[in-house]
């Protein structure tokens, strides 16, 4: 798993490199998809207390049904990984973004955006990680990673990506 | 004495001046009485065209200006010393559009979401539901896009043929017909009236068959008296007379569908004279359902323009039966025009 | 009287029949007309001088773009012209006009005096020989020749349509440049028919959906200038913008004034939870206007400012519901297929426009206020967020199209569906919102 992750991101690290465009990462599980601050691919994926091993080794992201909020078995098993992260790497704070696919008004998926990031927000601290480290913010369908106009790009656009925001003291 | 009789002279010669010279001047109260509206003040229209940086908003123009002196506009209705340009032919109807080329854009353009067809032009969308089977058929006429040249062909070549409706032909769809024009059994229309009353035509050249601008004194002395001994009864219409009449009025009233004048039910009261054509001024509104007083004067303004253009040199009636339309109640019922 | 007795006898003696003579005027109905452009005529507006001649030259064509931007006007060119206007005082020529079937007619004048315009119009039934209305001037400053032509178009569309006008109006929205993964946003405001853009934001940070004031001199929109979405308010004068709405620990967003322009109604997400709250501008108040687990977004008044159209999904999905606008119970409005969202009550207050999503595709519609006689006006892969003009006539809104180079742009249509018809702008747009008509 984690040497896959590696694999990936290794190419897409040459991808970014060379094209210079995030889009085409293809979205796998490489890019931060990150809109906001964050701190992007910092230090070694071989590095577990690395940003970079947060993104890519442990997921930095879940996926979502249309319109719907829920967190599905398998973004459990990422959260579940996160909080872990998270837990072990208490310097961290995290922004988590929520996400839509572009097929819905503007101002409905701002408000299911931040749903999305709210779910995982609280399944993370359900899990343990303390809320007062978690901030959500939604992008409605303002920052899609994928550009095409088919269910395989929006899928990757209905998506929470946890960003870690930096130390806790700054 | 004498000096009243000069002065009643030359104020009679005045006035005489001013029917044949300044005979423009019928109904309408032309002599300039140009309001004075001071909308934007200079200040805020440079203010409002500052350059386009992005933080330079400009001003919102708020006082409208000091309003300036109401010039007198130039008072003299100058003789229409006009040469005629373009021997206009008697019959200046040029061939009314009831069947305007519609442009294919349906309200919902339903398929394919093709920008391009959205033309930046004006684009009259066609009618959808609410198209009249009459006008449909007449679809033929393939004047699309070629508005303006074909606008010169009409206005230089006046179509001499009239489009009526052969009285009886219910069935058969009102045609741009290109038959001659036929020759009225009856009804000779009386040339000489619009100089023999001067107040009346605003037309520079004595146009006998110009009928619609014929104000309603003309009207009485033309079809009261002329009309009354001879006026022929006969039998009331037939069904297909009616329907005759009907569409070549429907074929010219324009409804705006989107707009609150399509909410409104207006009853238009006219005369004809003999040659089926509207008399002078005797176009009025006599009911109204529906609306608000602008949008029931809109309603019928429309309504107006439908009688008035499409009679061309008469509406197509039997002379025969003069008396049973000569004075006619038309109601125009947008309802089921209207947007659902 | 004497005419029908007459008639009568006539009949009688003809048909050996009474009954068969006509009883009162011929009555005839008429239910079937046709939709098309008017034609007008505008001959060039009169210079006064030379040096008017140009300024009259564009103020004509202008007057003529906005007429026949409607789609309910058509203009017959000069070229096709018999007749000519050298003096805007002369008698109108009616039989010139008939010939070529101008049914409206629109005559003018143009006079410069240093840096002052004057513009004198009168507008004539054709068909009629009537002048629609009386002469009418507009006196204003060489610079803003537009807004006089527009002033102008405005007169004569009223006159003739019987609505109110809309030409002298604004639209604020959002200028979008570059790919969809990479979408730059500022706010921009321009004159409705896409000229003299002017922006009012740089792109640093995300805008949405920037909303008018009632007096069209403020812009309320949202921001994530902080990082998160708030609502800010703009004033169009100086172009000063200020946060309004930004609780710790919240987004604002979809925010709209009310009719009074002292009241702000916007929604505000806390713990995932969106709704509906207000904001009292002089008090800084804030009102909390719905508490539900769902999703309450997309306010906006009634002209009267008595209610509140919004969108919901306390149903399951996406509708429209109507409430007191200090709150309570709201009513259901929408009940057809598919989603609802972005209602928007109309100014005459008779309509409520929307965004319906339905089978895949989105649509801008209507419906009257109760939710009866919904019309769908068009339909895309994404058309979004409409706009009433001033005259609660047209709907401007933005369309995106498909795809990888997808892109958004503005796009106008009457509200019978008709004369669907892109508004130019130099880059892409979206959000539009339209001012009132300017004073």
New interface residues.
């Given amino acids: 798993m984690s040497f896959l992750n590696k694999f990936i991101t290794v190419g897409a690290l040459l991808a970014l490199a060379a094209c210079n465009d995030p889009s085409q990462l293809g979205g796998g599980a490489g890019g931060s998809g990150s809109a906001g601050g964050g701190i992007g691919a910092a230090g070694s994926v071989s590095d577990p207390t690395s940003v970079a091993y947060f993104q890519q080794a442990v997921g930095d992201r879940v996926l979502f049904a249309v319109d719907q909020s829920t967190i599905t078995p398998q973004g459990q098993t990422t959260l579940d990984a996160q909080a872990n992260w998270l837990i072990r790497n208490g310097d961290y704070t995290a922004v988590i973004e929520g996400h839509a696919d572009e097929k819905g008004t503007r101002e409905y998926n701002l408000a299911l955006g931040a749903r999305r990031a709210n779910a995982v927000r609280e399944y993370l601290v359900s899990r343990g990680v303390s809320g007062t480290r978690l901030r959500t913010v939604t992008y409605g369908k303002e920052r899609p990673i994928e550009i095409c106009s088919e269910e395989s790009c929006y899928a990757r656009n209905r998506r929470a990506v946890t960003v870690l925001a930096g130390g806790l003291t700054g | 004495m004498q000096t009243g009789t000069k002065i009643s002279g030359i104020a009679h010669l005045g006035l005489i001046a001013i029917a044949i010279f300044g005979g423009a001047f019928r109904s309408e109260p032309l002599p300039f009485e140009v309001r004075e509206v001071s909308v934007i003040s200079s200040e805020e229209y440079a203010a409002l065209s500052n350059p386009s940086r992005p933080p330079e908003i400009a001003e919102q123009p708020t006082a409208p200006s000091e309003p300036e002196p109401a010039e007198p506009v130039a008072e003299t209705p100058t003789p229409v010393a006009r040469p005629e340009r373009d021997p206009v032919p008697p019959e200046p109807e040029p061939v009314p559009e009831p069947d305007a080329p519609e442009p294919a854009l349906p309200p919902e353009d339903a398929a394919t979401p093709d920008v391009d067809r959205v033309a930046p032009e004006p684009v009259p969308t066609p009618p959808q539901d609410a198209r009249p089977d009459v006008v449909e058929q007449t679809e033929v006429a393939p004047e699309e896009g070629a508005d303006i040249p074909q606008e010169a062909q009409q206005a230089t070549a006046p179509e001499q043929a009239t489009d009526r409706i052969v009285t009886e032909a219910v069935e058969t769809a009102p045609i741009r017909s290109p038959r001659p024009p036929r020759t009225r059994p009856t009804a000779p229309t009386p040339t000489p009236v619009a100089q023999a009353e001067p107040t009346s035509e605003p037309e520079p050249e004595p146009a006998p068959d110009r009928s619609t601008a014929v104000d309603a004194a003309l009207a009485e002395a033309l079809a009261g008296p002329a009309a009354e001994p001879d006026a022929p009864v006969g039998p009331p219409l037939s069904a297909g007379e009616k329907e005759a009449l009907r569409v070549a009025v429907s074929q010219c009233w324009n409804v705006d569908v989107g707009g609150r004048s399509s909410q409104v039910v207006v009853t238009v009261g006219m005369s004809l004279d003999q040659s089926g054509k509207v008399v002078g001024n005797s176009v009025r509104l006599i009911d109204s359902q529906g609306g608000n007083d602008q949008s029931v004067q809109t309603a019928y303004q429309a309504a107006r323009r439908a009688i008035l253009r499409c009679q061309k040199d008469g509406y197509d009636l039997p002379a025969e039966k003069y008396a049973q339309w000569r004075d006619i109640e038309m109601t125009f019922n947008p309802e089921r025009m209207r947007i659902k | 009287m004497?005419?029908i007795l007459?008639?009568?006898l006539?009949?009688a003696t003809?048909?050996s029949s009474p009954l068969?003579?006509?009883d009162?005027?011929?009555?005839?109905?008429?239910?079937?007309?046709?939709?098309?452009?008017?034609?007008f005529a505008v001959p060039g507006f009169v210079p006064e001088s030379p040096a008017a001649a140009s300024q009259a030259e564009q103020l004509t064509r202008v007057i003529a773009a906005d007429l026949?931007?409607?789609?309910?006007?058509?203009?017959?060119?000069a070229?096709?012209?018999?007749g000519q206007i050298t003096?805007?005082?002369?008698?109108?020529?009616?039989?010139?006009w008939?010939?070529?079937?101008a049914?409206a007619l629109i005559t003018g004048s143009v006079g410069v005096s240093g840096?002052?315009v004057?513009v004198?119009f009168r507008v004539w039934?054709v068909?009629?020989?009537?002048?629609?209305g009386?002469?009418?001037?507009?006196?204003?400053?060489?610079?803003?020749w537009r807004?006089?032509a527009h002033?102008v178009a405005d007169q004569v569309y009223s006159r003739?349509?019987?609505?109110g006008g809309y030409f002298d109006s604004r639209v604020v929205f959002v200028s979008e440049t570059g790919?969809?993964?990479?979408?730059r946003k500022?706010l921009a405001?321009m004159d409705y028919d896409g000229a003299?853009?002017?922006?009012?934001?740089?792109s640093s940070s995300?805008v949405?959906?920037p909303r008018f004031s009632p007096r069209?001199?403020k812009v309320l929109y949202t921001s994530y200038e902080s990082?998160?979405?708030h609502i800010h308010v703009l004033d169009?004068?100086?172009?000063q913008q200020r946060v309004l709405e930004q609780s710790e620990?919240t987004?604002s967003?979809?925010p709209r004034f009310a009719p009074d322009g002292q009241t702000v109604v916007y929604?505000l997400?806390q713990?995932?939870?969106?709704d509906l709250y207000t904001l009292d501008l002089a008090s800084g108040n804030r009102t909390r206007l719905t508490n539900a687990p769902s999703?309450e977004?997309?306010p906006s008044y009634s002209p009267d400012g008595a209610q509140i159209v919004f969108?919901s999904?306390r149903s399951g999905?996406?509708q429209l519901y109507v409430m007191p606008a200090r709150g309570g119970e709201a009513r259901r409005i929408s009940f057809g297929q598919g989603r609802y969202?972005?209602p928007v009550w109309s100014p005459r207050g008779d309509m409520i426009a929307f965004?319906k999503?339905n089978n895949?595709r989105f649509?801008i519609g209507v419906m009257r206020v109760d939710g009866s006689?919904e019309?769908?006006?068009?339909?895309?892969?994404?058309d979004?967020?409409p706009t009433w003009a001033p005259n609660g006539?047209v709907l401007m809104f933005a369309?995106?199209?498909?795809?990888?180079a997808?892109r958004s742009s503005l796009?106008s249509?009457?509200?019978?569906?008709?004369?669907?018809?892109?508004v130019?702008t130099p880059d892409g747009g979206s959000?539009p919102s339209w001012s009132p008509l300017?004073?």
């Fill in positions: 004497k005419k007459a008639s009568l006539l009949g003809l048909f068969a003579a006509q009162g005027p011929l009555r005839i109905e008429i239910t079937e007309g046709v939709i098309e452009p008017l034609p026949t931007g409607t789609g309910l006007f058509r203009e017959i060119t070229d096709a012209h018999i003096d805007f005082s002369a008698p109108i020529q009616y039989a010139d008939k010939a070529i079937n049914q840096n002052r004057t004198r039934d068909f009629s020989g009537a002048e629609l009386s002469g009418l001037q507009f006196v204003g400053s060489t610079d803003g807004r006089m002033k003739i349509t019987g609505e790919p969809k993964d990479d979408r500022r405001i003299n853009v002017q922006y009012l934001t740089d995300i949405l959906a069209g001199d990082g998160f979405p169009v004068g100086n172009v620990g987004m967003f979809a929604s997400e713990g995932g939870n969106t999703i977004t997309a969108e999904d999905n996406q969202g972005t965004t999503q895949g649509h006689e019309r769908l006006l068009t339909a895309s892969f994404l979004e967020g006539r369309r995106e199209t498909q795809g990888a997808g796009y249509v009457d509200i019978s569906g008709r004369n669907l018809r892109p130019r959000d300017q004073q």
